[in-house]
């Protein structure tokens, strides 16, 4: 795929730029792509979680604790409260990053041995080795990354009772549920009631959640903090291994250093490149000419590949990766986390985990990209997927 000398992306969605900032598409959805606009109907206490499944989720009966993905409001705020600890950075720092390096070591020591190997592979091994110990998936049998491979697919079905292709995704989906229950969540729902932790399991278990429930978030959990994590150690991977000039400044630098570069490859690649919301009332947002009142009850789309590269809030050449750039504010201004109170909370163990992984990758002997990577795009959200991405290194 060819790119201009202006820009960098490696995983251009081709949609078309538009000029309009905010616009209503032919479907009545709204559209969100400068950065102002965004971040206020990200913060905006007149809109809630759209999308993601979201529809499914409210069919639920009302007993249900929904997984705090779904949930806004004071509920939602409190949970956030509640859980906070287990995200800031100093935990991360202390508790976390140790974690990370030796996970690291052990799923580097194939490539090692093999002299091969597929990068989704190990980034996908380490993001799950760190997600479950916060989460508190510490009990599981062998097998939870195929199981886990197997829940997110590269590509998703639609479930449904309408068509053989519907019945067999709601089919593998919840034969998908049982399994990750079975071998990966009762057992360590079981061996905390016994003896907490301080982790997230204990803490649910704590609040009276039902193991459905428990299931529901630690499956959001999963898809954070796993999934996305695997993607963007591929695609950061990808940037250092044809930018060489890139790829020295990654390992010259000192760790805020190396985290700038991961943090501007991320402003150019979000992982999740559509974020929905939906008004629940008259919401006025920054428009070219004047502010723009969104509808109660619209759906509105931030769509976050072009919000990133909002040259009012990026700076000159914002397809470009530029570490350390000059912003219109001098803060980092992507939103590739999101904002507002769904603002990813493991963003900090995210990015420290990435750090940890490339940095040691990269310090292997003769380490090298074999093969080039294919990329695919997941529908609802335009999350990309890296696969075939192969790595070599010289010998042990």
Known sequence: MSRADDDARKTDRDRPRRACPVGRDDDGTWQVREHRAARTVLRSADTVQAGLGIETVEKLPARIRRPVLYRDGPEHREHRRQTARYFTPRRVEEHYRDLAERVTEKHLAPLRTAGAARLEDLSFGVAIDVACEVIGLTRSRPGIQRRLERFFPEKFGRPGLTSLHGIHWMFRQNTNWLRVYLADVRPAIRAHRARPDDNLISHLIAEGCTDAEILGECLTYAAAGMVTTREFSCVAAWHLFTDAGLRDRFRAGDGPQRLAVLHEI????????????????????????????????????????????????????????????????????????????????GADLAMAETDVFLSRLFALKGIRMVTPPRVSFQEETSGYAIRGLEVAVDGP
């Open 266 to 345: 991320l402003r150019l690649e979000p992982v999740v490149a559509r974020l929905s919301r939906r008004t629940t009332a008259d919401l006025e947002v920054p428009g070219a000419e004047g502010p723009v009142t969104v509808p109660a009850g619209a759906l509105v789309d931030i769509l976050v590949d072009e919000v990133n590269t909002d040259p009012g809030a990026v700076g000159a050449d914002p397809l470009l990766v530029r570490p350390g750039r000059p912003t219109a504010t001098g803060k980092a201004m992507a939103l590739s986390f999101g904002d507002g109170p769904h603002r990813c909370p």
